[in-house]
């Protein structure tokens, strides 16, 4: 239990299980899936297509990730690469806005969205990147934004980060 939030070590995709949280929800999904009402838009690729602010399990953490659903994609980043996962959960909001960070600079009312295996809490960002605004996650200690694209992990100083309003 992580400020006062349960991440779940195990994301069930063919059950729509929510589980409700501090003020928002985690919708279980998996690819073919359409976004469920409600769902946090994040961005927009180069191609028009839109994004959704996600996480899923991946190598031990529990990581913030993109979801693509008109392209029937979901990535995260890690380790240096864009990964492809099948299962994941949507955020879907209550009342979120975006606002400007960088470095490890964490707002208050930052939303969670996962952790790392060590137990670090990781935060949703997203960035303009060439013509798309992408979504991955806010790593603290690495005091940048880590973002999957073009198979690799991308990073920037300076982002916005999801925080309750």
Same mark, same amino acid.
């Given at each position: !239990?992580?400020?006062?939030?349960?991440?779940?070590? $195990?994301?069930?995709?063919?059950?729509?299980?929510? *589980?409700?949280?501090?003020?928002? /929800?985690?919708?279980? +999904?998996?690819?073919?899936?359409?976004?469920?009402?409600?769902?946090?838009?994040?961005?927009?690729?180069?191609?028009?297509? !839109?994004?959704?602010?996600? *996480?899923?399990?991946?190598?031990?953490?529990?990581?913030?990730?993109? @979801?693509?659903?008109?392209?029937?994609?979901?990535?995260?980043?890690? $380790?240096?690469?864009?990964?492809?996962?099948?299962?994941?959960?949507?955020?879907?909001?209550?009342?979120?806005?975006?606002?400007?960070?960088?470095?490890?600079? @964490?707002?208050?009312?930052?939303?969670?969205?996962?952790? /790392?295996?060590?137990?670090? /809490? !990781?935060? !949703?960002? *997203?960035?303009?990147?060439?013509? +798309? @605004? /992408?979504?991955?996650?806010?790593?603290?200690?690495?005091?940048?934004?880590?973002?999957?694209?073009?198979?690799?992990?991308?990073?920037?100083?300076?982002?916005? @980060?999801?925080?309750? *309003?």
């Amino acid at each position: !239990l992580m400020f006062g939030i349960t991440f779940s070590n $195990n994301i069930t995709a063919h059950r729509q299980k929510s *589980r409700v949280m501090t003020g928002y /929800t985690w919708v279980a +999904s998996s690819h073919g899936r359409a976004a469920p009402p409600r769902a946090v838009q994040a961005g927009q690729d180069a191609d028009g297509s !839109l994004i959704y602010a996600g *996480r899923a399990f991946f190598h031990g953490d529990t990581l913030p990730c993109k @979801i693509v659903p008109q392209r029937r994609e979901a990535y995260v980043s890690h $380790n240096g690469r864009e990964h492809n996962v099948s299962n994941y959960e949507y955020l879907v909001e209550q009342h979120m806005q975006w606002v400007s960070s960088s470095g490890s600079y @964490i707002p208050p009312g930052a939303v969670p969205a996962g952790h /790392t295996s060590s137990g670090e /809490t !990781l935060y !949703l960002g *997203r960035v303009r990147h060439g013509n +798309s @605004i /992408t979504v991955g996650k806010v790593h603290p200690s690495h005091g940048c934004l880590y973002i999957p694209f073009g198979g690799n992990e991308v990073n920037y100083n300076s982002y916005e @980060i999801l925080v309750m *309003r």
